[in-house]
């Protein structure tokens, strides 16, 4: 997402940090470095999770880059524009997702820009095959395919959408590490999942499915970025015009034909 960024001209004076705290805190330090004199204002809804951003980005005291750089401010939701919105690896774990992208679309300023990356379709097939082979539910929800999000973002009023993708394999340790970087990407939304806990004997069970068989997990990654143009000019439904326009309209369409009296308008009989 930082290499897209070379391809956009604009230089936004203030921006948004969505979630940051799942997005990841080291992107906000290269954006910070980016645009040094931008305004920020990360986006976090949870009271504890904004409280934990807030120390993270108050510079101590005695760092001189406390009086050089723009003060940040960490809020629950957006009371101003911005000329950019950033958002990382959220987009995916949204259960309405078209709700959020039009969210983003009333965040940004006209002629600002969205930056985002979520999961592809063909993340964890590795472990939807293992799941299935089990007879378990699905180990997550399906990811929406980049075109998709393309055809939503102009459903969103975005305009010049640009969606690229990649494909990551990531090799791992062990079973619970394996376990333990699911954890950190976020939640299963699939409606079938499975409703109630877990006993000792699945989980061993499942650790040992993953050793056998899900050690290597490919992760596709979407980007996409996409401009808010100005609000087109709003078409009335409909439109009203008196009753002498309507007569004298009638009056100019009539055609009276030769030797035979001018029918009578059905505006005269209810006068």
């Known amino acids: 997402m930082?290499?897209?960024?070379?391809?956009?001209?604009?230089?936004?004076?203030?921006?948004?940090?969505?979630?940051p705290l799942n997005g990841g805190m080291q992107a906000h330090a290269l954006l910070t470095q980016r645009y040094p004199r931008a305004t920020c204002t990360l986006v976090e809804p949870g009271g504890a999770n904004a409280r934990h951003v807030e120390r993270m980005v108050t510079p101590p005291w005695w760092q001189a880059r406390r009086w050089l750089q723009a003060r940040s401010q960490v809020l629950a939701e957006v009371t101003q524009p911005a000329q950019m919105l950033w958002a990382n690896m959220n987009l995916h774990m949204s259960h309405q997702p078209q709700a959020l992208l039009q969210q983003w679309h009333r965040a940004l300023a006209v002629d600002g820009f969205l930056m985002f990356?979520?999961?592809?379709?063909?993340?964890?097939?590795?472990l939807r095959v293992l799941y299935q082979a089990l007879d378990w539910p699905a180990p997550s929800h399906e990811f929406t395919d980049m075109h998709d999000w393309g055809d939503m973002l102009i459903g969103a009023g975005f305009a010049e959408p640009v969606m690229d993708m990649e494909r990551i394999t990531l090799t791992f340790e062990s079973p619970q590490r394996v376990l333990q970087e699911l954890r950190g990407l976020g939640r299963n939304l699939h409606v079938d999942r499975f409703q109630a806990l877990r006993g000792r004997r699945w989980h061993t069970q499942l650790l040992d499915a993953i050793e056998k068989n899900a050690m290597q997990l490919t992760f596709e990654v979407v980007y996409g970025h996409a401009f808010k143009p100005a609000p087109k000019l709003a078409v009335q439904a409909q439109s009203e015009i008196t009753l002498d326009q309507m007569r004298a309209a009638l009056t100019r369409g009539k055609v009276a034909s030769a030797g035979r009296p001018e029918p009578q308008s059905s505006l005269n009989q209810h006068e």
Do not use: F
Not at 2 to 19: G, K
């Open 2 to 19: 930082q290499e897209r960024l070379d391809w956009i001209t604009c230089q936004p004076q203030s921006w948004l940090h969505w979630a």
């Open 117 to 126: 990356s979520c999961l592809g379709p063909d993340s964890l097939k590795e």
